[in-house]
C-alpha cells in the first residue's frame, strides 16, 4: 500500500513539473516577449534541478527517476534559452524605435 501511493505521488509530481512549464513555454513563443522574466531565477532553476539530477545518479539510479531529473532540466533550460533569446532579440528594436520617434520629432519641429 505504502508502495503504490509513493508511485501515484510521483507520477502525480511528474504529470505536474512537465504541465507547469508548458504555460511559460507556450507564452514566450507566442509573443516573442521574455522582458518580464529573471534570468537569474531561471539560472537557480537549472543549479537546483542539476544538483537533484546529480543526487538521483548519486543515490537510486533507477531509470524512471532519472528520466524525470533529465526532462525537468530540459525544460528548465528551453524556458532560459527563450528567456535570452527574446530579452536580447527585442533590445536592438527598441532602440531603433526610439531613435525613429525621436528624429520624427525633430522633422515635426523644423517644419
Known amino acids: 500500500m505504502k508502495a503504490t501511493i509513493a508511485l501515484i505521488l510521483l507520477l502525480t509530481y ?10 511559460q513555454i507556450i507564452k514566450i513563443l507566442k509573443t516573442k ?3 518580464d522574466l529573471s534570468l537569474t ?3 537557480m532553476w537549472i543549479a537546483s ?16 527517476v532519472i528520466f524525470i531529473g ?10 532560459f534559452f527563450l528567456t535570452l533569446f527574446y530579452q536580447n532579440h527585442d533590445k536592438p528594436k527598441k532602440v531603433q524605435r526610439k531613435k525613429k ?9 523644423r517644419a
Open 14 to 23: 511528474t504529470v505536474l513539473e512537465i504541465i507547469a512549464y508548458m504555460p
Open 33 to 35: 516577449h521574455a522582458d
Open 41 to 43: 531565477s531561471w539560472f
Open 49 to 64: 534541478d542539476s544538483s537533484y539530477l546529480a543526487y538521483v545518479l548519486l543515490e537510486s539510479p533507477e531509470p524512471g
Open 70 to 79: 533529465i526532462f525537468s532540466l530540459a525544460l528548465v533550460f528551453v524556458v
Open 101 to 109: 520617434h525621436i528624429a520624427h520629432r525633430r522633422f515635426a519641429v
